[in-house]
């Protein structure tokens, strides 16, 4: 128990102060002169030991009548280890421009807001904590520090399973734990939002695994950074949100993983720069199974990696020229509506067959070979009136596949390409029924052939002979009543009949794909 006559000048001003609220404010200067980051050097004079904070929160000077007990210290070096594990704390906190020696340790605790702004702390954790307001940690500076018995990895902020019934605000706060987790906030409640902005940094990874956050994500300007040379950056696997911004040079050097993420309105990238892991082993973005309403994903710059979006489903996609790098996953992606930027809108205006060739080109970058890409790239053509341009990349599907088959079907494959387009292209018969009916009806015009029963059937016409050969179902009567003595012109009718049988079978195979399909 602490004794009043223990107390330094400036813990005693802190007593006094707090039943009444008062701000207690130890900083000698309001310049740069007395930065947070010169710290650990402010003398007795301006030390709080963390046992009187401590103290004071569990009610060891009870408020005045009238008056809202709170505590409010600004400017403090304070000493010793901050723990407020497990406590019932039903007062409000608000530390600024501190420096801490040790670590701050909320784990459990039941309290009221929390602010600890533009302070320096070697770690705080924050798990299971329940906050019935907000946890304020601007412009602070926090560090790894000490293990947590319960966890083997070392975290500088920890709020595992921590409820805020407020907002969580992290703008223009620089969290540190070189190649572990600087921030660890699996199953984080935060109702009224997370805000990293500001010039909010790390050096670590950042876990938001199963967060729910109605109020979003806001990371607008914020830069995470792996050091180690492979790894995540952020990790929101399973997290739901209202909207996820990291938009507004958003820097991320390591993957962005949303693997199963689902967000209930937007999820922008616009202007943001997704570098990836620094080996190149990885992702830059990894979207399996995520799911959002309008995903706008115009980049500053093309990703450093892949792109992986296998399974997700969003109503709207937004992109650009620097959205997709060499190596995009859309094997099971689903679209409502793609719509491009300004650059990508001066593509359209040059024709929608360059349009085509550009979102062919697009599915084209994932490894081997899925029909699904194609089939929801025509779907949304289909639905946007462009039919034309939907043939164009069913066409595109099966000369993809096409390099997937054994010679013999590869061949069958350029065969039905040439002749009718695998179905999409059927006019390509007309032109070959036409070049060939030309062909054959001047080389036999030319030559008088002799009768099979002469004097019986109709005379010799070159037109209805050659398309007598070319049709192989019926007949007109002119292929079995003529034959030829010229060896060339009998083999010229061997091979029109073969022509004829072959056009037809790609005819009624192309056009039997095309309406199973439909």
Not at 212 to 220: A, C, S, T, V
Not at 322 to 332: F, Q, R, Y
Request: glycine share 12%; net charge neutral.
């Amino acid at each position: 128990m602490l004794s009043y006559d223990e107390l330094t000048s400036p813990e005693r001003e802190l007593w006094d102060a707090f039943p009444e609220g008062r701000h207690v404010d130890l900083r000698t200067v309001a310049s740069g002169d007395d930065w947070v980051a010169e710290g650990g050097h402010r003398g007795p004079g301006r030390t709080v030991r963390a046992a009187v904070i401590v103290a004071l929160l569990q009610s060891a000077n009870a408020a005045q009548p009238g008056a809202v007990a709170c505590l409010r210290l600004a400017g403090a070096q304070i000493s010793g280890h901050l723990n407020l594990a497990g406590a019932q704390i039903a007062h409000a906190l608000w530390l600024e421009d501190c420096w801490f020696e040790e670590g701050v340790n909320l784990s459990g605790a039941s309290t009221q807001s929390i602010a600890i702004v533009g302070s320096r702390v070697p770690g705080v954790e924050a798990g299971m904590i329940r906050i019935e307001g907000r946890l304020d940690l601007r412009r602070s500076r926090l560090e790894r520090g000490s293990a947590s018995p319960f966890h083997r990895r070392v975290t500088a902020l920890s709020l595992i399973n921590a409820h805020v019934s407020g907002a969580v605000n992290l703008n223009g706060a620089e969290i540190t734990a070189p190649g572990e987790w600087a921030v660890s906030a699996g199953g984080l409640v935060a109702e009224g939002g997370l805000y990293c902005q500001d010039g909010f940094v790390t050096h670590g990874e950042v876990r938001l695994m199963g967060a729910q956050l109605p109020g979003g994500l806001h990371m607008r300007g914020a830069q995470l950074e792996r050091p180690s040379q492979r790894g995540v950056a952020l990790a929101l696997d399973n997290a739901v949100a209202s909207t996820l911004n990291f938009s507004d040079g958003f820097i991320a050097k390591g993957t962005v993983r949303l693997r199963g993420t689902r967000i209930s309105d937007n999820l922008t990238f616009e202007g943001a720069v997704l570098k990836g892991p620094p080996d190149g082993n990885g992702p830059s973005l990894a979207a399996l199974l995520m799911q959002a309403v309008d995903f706008d994903f115009t980049l500053a710059r093309t990703p450093s990696g892949a792109v992986d979006l296998r399974g997700a489903q969003v109503a709207y996609l937004h992109d650009n020229e620097h959205s997709w790098p060499e190596v995009v996953e859309l094997d099971g992606f689903v679209y409502g509506s793609i719509k491009a930027d300004e650059a990508g809108g001066r593509r359209e205006a040059v024709g929608r067959q360059d349009s085509v060739a550009h979102r062919v080109a697009w599915i084209r970058r994932s490894p081997g070979y899925n029909p699904q890409p194609y089939e929801q790239l025509a779907s949304w053509y289909r639905k946007a009136g462009h039919d034309d341009d939907a043939r164009r990349v069913l066409l595109a599907k099966q000369r993809h596949r096409r390099q997937t088959l054994p010679p013999a079907g590869r061949v069958w494959g350029h065969l039905l390409d040439v002749t009718v387009g695998y179905g999409y292209r059927p006019w390509l018969a007309g032109i070959w029924l036409l070049l060939l009916t030309l062909l054959g009806t001047l080389s036999f015009d030319s030559h008088s052939p002799k009768a099979t029963k002469p004097g019986e059937g109709f005379p010799f016409q070159p037109l209805v002979y050659t398309l007598d050969l070319l049709i192989p179902i019926g007949g007109l009567g002119q292929r079995t009543a003529w034959y030829w003595s010229n060896d060339a012109l009998q083999g010229l009718a061997y091979l029109m009949i073969a022509f004829g049988w072959v056009l037809t079978t790609a005819v009624i195979a192309g056009v039997t794909r095309v309406l199973q399909k439909s």
